[in-house]
């Protein structure tokens, strides 16, 4: 799931999120989440998440990943744009998106690659 598709963790007691048609196998679905729920995943983000990816940065793992595509941009329209391998720019509508292809989509940060999500 790209991060875009979680709801804001804000003072709500639930939230509703939008999950793309090409994942949810026919057409994109709503999904509700409490708030104890949502801040499960945001410390798991923040926490175990960042642990394991600043692994993987120092190991240099990212970069070995066959067909990696670095997220350039998500616009307001949802819609993704990244760069290929061969340095390619690419576009598609974050509902396009299959679970394999997310899982090749990564930004770049500060510290180097992490993958979306």
Known sequence: MLTVELP????????SGWVGK???KRAGRFYYVSH?????????????RQA????A???????RIAGL??????????????SEP???LRERHLNELTAAQRTRMFVRGEDGLSQCG
């Not at 804001?8 to 939230?15: K, M, P, V, W």
């Not at 949502?38 to 926490?47: M, N, P």
């Not at 940065?57 to 970069?63: K, L, N, V």
């Not at 595509?69 to 990244?82: A, D, N």
């Open 86 to 88: 061969d340095g390619r």
């Open 69 to 82: 595509r670095v997220v350039e941009e998500v616009g307001r329209s949802r819609r993704v744009r990244w």
């Open 52 to 55: 394991a990816i600043r692994r």
């Open 57 to 63: 940065q120092r190991a240099g793992s990212y970069e």
């Open 36 to 48: 104890a729920a949502r801040q499960s995943v945001e410390l798991y983000q923040v926490s175990t």
């Open 22 to 24: 090409a994942v949810a």
């Open 8 to 15: 804001e963790l804000g003072a709500r007691s639930y939230y």
